[in-house]
């Protein structure tokens, strides 16, 4: 899984294996270590952050401040998806 960042001890990662067709953008966080698990962010076109799930049942305070660290560097995790994937789309 390619890790984008740390907050932490938390990761911020994509997972490579994301199917067809490819969802929109995405990142996953856990603590530690890649897991099954992990709380799912959506990316949006304007750089923002809409949370899909807390699977990883993240601290409310911790999670507010992983999400705005992952907006002010959007720009870092669209790059790494792009070199991953090769194509992006945004969920809104």
Not at 43 to 65: E, Q, R
Not at 74 to 85: A, L, P, R, Y
Request: with cysteine.
């Amino acid at each position: 899984m390619p890790q984008v960042f740390s907050v932490g001890s938390y990761l911020v990662f994509i997972w490579v294996n994301e199917g067809k067709p490819l969802e929109p953008i995405h990142v996953h966080i856990s603590e530690k270590r890649p897991a099954k698990n992990s709380t799912k962010v959506w990316i949006t076109s304007a750089g923002k952050c809409l949370l899909a799930n807390n699977d990883s049942k993240i601290p409310t305070t911790a999670l507010k401040n992983i999400m705005r660290i992952i907006e002010i560097r959007s720009f870092e995790i669209i790059q790494k998806w792009k070199d991953t994937f090769g194509e992006i789309k945004f969920y809104c």
